[in-house]
């Protein structure tokens, strides 16, 4: 068996390299799910004869297109947009717009097929979808803000619709950015559908939408240290990262009664000893939501903290780890420190953000290890439930938001200990999550036969 799954991963891999060459991040998300579903796949023949695992990794549509807007000075800028469609097979496609310098057809492909499976694992009707644009939204004025984004909208909005792909935020694209999109939609569709998730709570939006993927995160980690008889009561937790993800994981960990001391950006990271209380969090809201500033001001307001330039939190002694940041912010010789320092759990709030080196380390040391797919899945499966109150012409309570969050990541849990468990009682959370997510897309795509 194992001769056959390693000719199986390497002869798909040597075809997809040679199909989609120059793409290192979307090799590398793959051969992470091709390792977990090699024998699975090997063990089913209709999976091999269908090339079901080849067809999910086929976009079913790319979209590239112009971007022209003018700047405040008056100069014409030029960008790039995309939109990967990647599957529908289980629900309309889903996934956020990216804008940042770094967007690119490469990273787009990856996140479209990590969207997939997530998708699938929160059990709501979503096909797997992400775009975005090299626009950096950083340094730009409101007015330059709304007239890229709506010279984007002008061109997507013909390949989007309720029934057909629902984009939402990402990495660049808030709330604000959200609305010129939602709002430029609108003008060109001439309607009022749910299109876009992640809208103002006056127009459509869904209570908790900004904070899902936070507390999701958290949620789904508090079931990991149940397991082990563990909570974050009273443990020391290094997280990366100062956006909303991170904002919030904070938020939540502190309720559940951690003791956060570590934030970062790309410029660096903060070491904070006493803690992140609930009035520094404040502060670091308004520093990276309003003044969009660095992470290394906190140190300016709060002494009893350190900065360390160019570095990330992964040498701080810590218990858990909640990297939500970016893809491979966390390599193999960082999982070595935290495992050295006695870090027993890594939850994910970002998209890949461990290296394959870093992952090969968590799983050989049995830590609990829960990979973004799952662990970060609250975010899109709150605008799920956006899309169902849109679907409906009703707005939920807050509380109800939060109830039926914690039971989809409960849920994505227990789908992963159940296809994850070792003989030796180990639950492989990179396996769990990879086979629950492709079960339910594979048999949908076996059904609707070869489109």
Same mark, same amino acid.
């Given at each position: 068996?194992?001769? %056959?799954?390693?000719? $199986?991963? !390497?002869?798909?891999?040597?075809?997809?390299?040679?199909?989609?060459?120059?793409?290192?991040?979307?090799?590398?998300?793959?051969?992470?799910?091709?390792?977990?579903?090699?024998?699975?796949?090997? !063990?089913?023949?209709?999976?091999?004869?269908?090339?079901?695992?080849?067809?999910?990794?086929?976009?079913?549509?790319?979209?590239?297109?112009?971007?022209?807007?003018?700047? *405040?000075?008056?100069?014409?800028?030029?960008?790039?947009?995309?939109?990967?469609?990647?599957?529908?097979?289980?629900?309309?496609?889903?996934?956020?717009?990216? @804008?940042?310098?770094?967007?690119?057809?490469?990273?787009?492909? @990856?996140?479209?097929?990590?969207?997939?499976?997530?998708?699938?694992?929160?059990?709501?009707?979503?096909?797997?979808?992400?775009?975005?644009?090299?626009?950096?939204?950083?340094?730009?004025?409101?007015?330059?803000?709304?007239?890229?984004?709506?010279? @984007?909208?002008?061109?997507?909005?013909?390949?989007?619709? =309720?029934?057909?792909?629902?984009?939402?935020? !990402?990495?660049?694209?808030?709330?604000?950015?959200?609305?010129?999109?939602?709002?430029?939609?609108?003008?060109?569709?001439?309607?009022?559908? #749910?299109?876009?998730?992640?809208?103002?709570?006056?127009?459509? &939006?869904?209570?908790?939408?900004? %904070?899902?993927?936070?507390?999701?995160?958290?949620?789904?980690?508090?079931?990991?240290?149940?397991?082990?008889?563990?909570?974050?009561?009273?443990?020391?937790?290094?997280?990366?990262?100062?956006?909303?993800?991170?904002?919030?994981?904070?938020?939540?960990?502190?309720?559940?009664?951690?003791?956060?001391?570590?934030?970062?950006?790309?410029?660096?990271?903060?070491?904070? =000893? /006493? #803690?992140?209380?609930?009035?520094?969090?404040?502060?670091?809201?308004?520093?990276?939501?309003?003044?969009?500033?660095?992470?290394?001001?906190?140190?300016?307001? $709060?002494?009893?903290?350190?900065?360390?330039?160019?570095?990330?939190?992964?040498?701080?002694?810590? !218990?858990?780890?909640?990297?939500?940041?970016?893809?491979?912010?966390?390599?193999?010789?960082?999982?070595?420190?935290?495992?050295?320092?006695?870090?027993?759990?890594?939850?994910?709030?970002?998209?890949?953000?461990?290296? =394959? %080196?870093?992952?090969?380390?968590?799983?050989?040391?049995?830590?609990?290890?829960?990979?973004?797919?799952?662990?970060?899945?609250?975010?899109?499966?709150?605008?799920?439930?956006?899309?169902?109150?849109?679907?409906?012409?009703?707005?939920?309570?807050? %509380?109800?938001? /939060?109830?039926?969050?914690?039971?989809?990541?409960?849920?994505?849990?227990?789908?992963?200990?159940?296809? &994850?468990?070792?003989? *030796?009682?180990?639950?492989?959370?990179?396996?769990?999550?990879?086979?629950?997510?492709?079960?339910?897309?594979?048999?949908?795509?076996?059904?609707?036969?070869?489109?």
């Amino acid at each position: 068996m194992k001769n %056959e799954t390693t000719q $199986f991963i !390497d002869g798909f891999m040597a075809r997809l390299v040679a199909r989609n060459p120059n793409e290192p991040a979307f090799h590398q998300a793959v051969h992470e799910v091709a390792e977990s579903l090699a024998p699975f796949i090997v !063990d089913n023949p209709a999976l091999l004869k269908l090339k079901i695992l080849e067809r999910m990794t086929e976009p079913e549509r790319v979209i590239m297109f112009r971007v022209l807007w003018l700047a *405040d000075n008056g100069e014409v800028q030029i960008n790039r947009g995309y939109r990967i469609q990647m599957n529908s097979a289980i629900g309309p496609y889903k996934g956020g717009i990216r @804008f940042h310098a770094s967007v690119n057809l490469d990273i787009l492909k @990856f996140l479209a097929f990590e969207q997939t499976f997530k998708n699938s694992l929160t059990s709501l009707a979503m096909g797997g979808g992400k775009g975005g644009s090299d626009f950096n939204p950083k340094g730009k004025s409101d007015n330059e803000v709304m007239k890229f984004c709506q010279s @984007f909208m002008s061109e997507l909005f013909r390949h989007i619709g =309720p029934n057909t792909d629902v984009p939402a935020g !990402d990495i660049g694209v808030g709330g604000r950015e959200v609305a010129y999109m939602y709002g430029q939609y609108r003008k060109l569709t001439n309607e009022f559908t #749910g299109t876009y998730t992640g809208k103002g709570l006056d127009f459509g &939006g869904s209570p908790l939408r900004p %904070e899902a993927t936070g507390y999701g995160m958290v949620y789904f980690a508090t079931e990991m240290l149940k397991t082990r008889g563990e909570s974050f009561k009273n443990k020391i937790v290094a997280i990366s990262g100062s956006g909303n993800v991170a904002q919030h994981a904070v938020e939540k960990v502190i309720e559940m009664g951690g003791k956060v001391v570590t934030l970062s950006d790309s410029d660096g990271c903060i070491y904070d =000893p /006493d #803690g992140i209380s609930p009035e520094k969090l404040e502060f670091v809201k308004y520093l990276k939501n309003g003044l969009r500033g660095r992470i290394k001001e906190y140190v300016e307001n $709060f002494p009893s903290s350190e900065y360390y330039t160019g570095e990330r939190p992964w040498k701080i002694k810590c !218990d858990i780890a909640l990297p939500c940041a970016t893809q491979n912010e966390l390599n193999g010789e960082e999982a070595q420190m935290l495992v050295d320092n006695g870090c027993f759990c890594v939850a994910e709030g970002a998209n890949m953000p461990s290296t =394959p %080196e870093a992952i090969k380390v968590f799983l050989e040391n049995k830590i609990l290890y829960g990979p973004g797919k799952a662990a970060n899945a609250g975010g899109v499966s709150v605008s799920g439930l956006e899309m169902t109150q849109n679907s409906i012409r009703l707005q939920w309570t807050k %509380e109800e938001v /939060d109830t039926r969050l914690q039971t989809i990541m409960k849920n994505i849990h227990a789908a992963c200990v159940k296809n &994850g468990t070792r003989e *030796d009682g180990f639950v492989n959370y990179v396996a769990g999550a990879n086979i629950s997510g492709f079960k339910k897309v594979a048999n949908a795509m076996i059904a609707q036969g070869l489109i």
